[in-house]
């Protein structure tokens, strides 16, 4: 994946509450490209593997079991700087900080149920968009 693009999730909870459209219609009046798309229901194992890197922090096995409980959209995405511009578009962790106009500002309910996930770096959207997509899926 070139550095062009980035790799979201729309997690269980605004899954549930029939805000995929409305997430979607966001991302794509953002300026994103839609590169890659699926729904998906992660097991533990695969959620697991996924937020690794967090296997640390005490809130690790609260998020596995939220993000299994429900099904998710993955999705790559594409525009110039898109990292940084999609984590700007999906405001702070804790939605209480959220800035106006964000995603998360909009949809998330907690700081755990946040609505949607943004890749922190060039390489993990990489590794990312890998975990969900095969190479002849990603166009
Ligand atoms: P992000 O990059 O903004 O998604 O935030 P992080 O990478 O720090 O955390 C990954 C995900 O873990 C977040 O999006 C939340 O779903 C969840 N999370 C982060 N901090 C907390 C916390 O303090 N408590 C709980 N329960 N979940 C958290
Ligand atoms: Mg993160």
Redesign the pocket.
Known sequence: MATNRTFTMI?PDAVQDNHIGGILQMIEEGGFRIVSLKKVQLTAERAGQF?E??KE???YG??VK??SSGPIVAAILEKDNAVADF?TL?G???PAQAADGTIRKKYAK?????A???S?SDDNAQIEGDFYFAADEQF
Do not use: C, Q, W
């Open positions: 997690k937020y890197v967090h922090r005490p809130f609260d998020l939220y993000m984590r999906i702070a962790t804790n907690s700081i755990e149920a946040n949607v996930h943004g922190d």
